[in-house]
Nanobody, 114 residues
Framework: QVQLVESGGGLVQAGGSLRLSCAAS????????MAWYRQAPGKQREFVAR???????NYADSVKGRFTISRDNAKNTVFLQMNSLKPEDTGVYYC????????WGQGTQVTVSS
């Protein structure tokens, strides 16, 4: 019933920028928190950024100062603005929403070339 759909992934050169979007559909409530995770090939999924309904944010140290998470509560949408991208940012980026339980999107591929 509740679905999260990511978009905005693609191929970008190192130093470039990309903006990811995640839209929630089929929800009659707002998520207490929304977050972005990523998974590089052969590695475990890792936390990237999180934002609460009060718009408090936190970031992984690896992306702090380069990535910005934001949220449009009226549209149940979360964004991830990624600047100064590095090859190590490459991976599948997943949208996460929390309210009583976790909801996950299907993921969107981000590839950063050197």
């Amino acid at each position: 019933q509740v679905q999260l759909v990511e978009s905005g992934g693609g191929l970008v050169q190192a130093g470039g920028s990309l903006r990811l979007s995640c839209a929630a559909s089929g929800s009659i409530f707002s998520f207490n928190a929304m977050a972005w995770y990523r998974q590089a090939p052969g590695k475990q999924r890792e936390f990237v950024a999180r934002i609460t309904t009060g718009l408090n944010t936190n970031y992984a140290d690896s992306v702090k100062g380069r990535f910005t998470i934001s949220r449009d509560n009226a549209k149940n949408t979360v964004f991830l603005q990624m600047n100064s991208l590095k090859p190590e940012d490459t991976g599948v980026y997943y949208c996460n929403g929390w309210r009583y339980e976790d909801y996950w999107g299907q993921g969107t591929q981000v590839t950063v070339s050197s």
